[in-house]
């Protein structure tokens, strides 16, 4: 299958579908076929097949009656943490292998209902918990340009579909960069929207009030598409937002003139591979150019983002993943001589090496003695970090930084250090632990040819203002798309 018959933007898609050269069928059969060829990546845990090609025919016999919805055409992938009725839901762990999702998401039916094709779902570091996609109980992705680079993490393998032209776009969770840096990592488009833009029903939590989905694909019109599609209050989640959901599109083209671009000095400091930091410099210049004005701002908590949401996300990851015993679903070991054993071994067996380091610090910061030495001080200090935005957003439009310290690393790399995995994230934390929108797109490579990513912050709810921005960076520079 060659990559240019999958490897197209929505934008084209529709076009071979309103000239006649194609169907949704042809395409969906065309993204399966792909997959298949390319299985040693280990994008996907499940494929849907049979199911994709009925939808696909359902959605050109909507395109013929004129009556189709505004992702027709579009063939989608979904990380396996969120909910597909009738399908598996294993979030890449041994302990929920088996588990069928009774429903679907709130994102995923309303995908439906725009009339997008579900094509399967993706592999994912477990409970999505890490930065390489190297910790699932289904294999490690593999980086669609080279086999032993890492794709990025949690969300790698919807990173994967999309790069390496297995899905017009994909769904990920980002809960401290899930999503924009394994865009980066790949070269392709990431976007977090604001905390509470989007539905988390039907997402497996990891840490609630981190937790988003959002969408990955190739352009950042794409990705709007997604989001436009998804986006909006849900009274299946407490916490989605009645903000009303902007016209996002027509954002995009708009010009950046007059724009205040804020630079945090912060995250331009030492660790950041010389190259990255070239690559960026070349974006803020692009936009100086065009008008944009460009300013330095600081966000002089920066220093504690990594320890802050490693307090936070633990916790609630602690709480959360208590529900997963043997007693009520998933895997349970067998044999057990009481109740006692049965927790524990299905536990210790059920769940990997990372999802046990993390749930284990999560249980010691709340337990007594110490929540308020270290969970309560990780929430004082997580507002802090919001009011540097606020203060920040006070004179500035959106920020620009890397998405990434460095550009992807190699498989194992990392694994016997996790503190050196964490930061892998020290520049996408933070605007979960503020709860605002970011988005990743590519700007460049490095020396070997490995992707490098420029991220735009924007202010809650200001969705329309990042993907602004980030479309003219994307217009300014094709070559990187």
Known sequence: MSASVTHRSFDRIRQDLDAGSTTVEEITAGYLAAAEERSSLNAFISLFGH???????QVDRKRKAGAAGPLAGMVVSIKDAISVAGHRLTCGSRILENFVSPYDATVVARLKAADAVILGKTNLDEFAMGSSTEHSAFGRVKHPQDPDLVPGGSSGGSAVAVAAGLSTASLGSDTGGSIRQPAAFTGIVGLKPTYGRVSRYGLVAFASSFDTIG??????????????????RDVCDSTSSSTPVPDLLSAIGQPVRGL????PKEYYAEGLQPEVRAAVQRQVDLLRDAGAVIAEVSLPHSAFTIAAYYILATAEASSNLARYDGARYGYRAKDAHDLSEMYLRSRSEGFGAEVK????????VLSAGYYEAYYGKGQRVRRLIKEDFDKAFAQVDCLVTPTTPSTAFKAGEKSGDPLQMYLSDIYTVSANLA????ISLPCGTDGA??????????????????LRVAAFLEAAAPSHT
């Open 260 to 263: 205040r671009v804020g630079l």
């Open 215 to 232: 969408p990955f694909a190739l352009t950042v019109a794409d990705a709007a598409r997604v989001l436009q599609a998804m986006a909006g």
């Open 435 to 438: 709860g605002i929108p970011g």
């Open 51 to 57: 199911e994709a090609m009925d939808q696909a025919r």
């Open 357 to 364: 380091r993390r749930i284990m610090l999560g249980t010691y």
């Open 449 to 466: 040819g490995h992707p490098i990513g420029v991220q735009l912050l924007g202010r809650q709810f200001d969705e329309p203002t990042i």
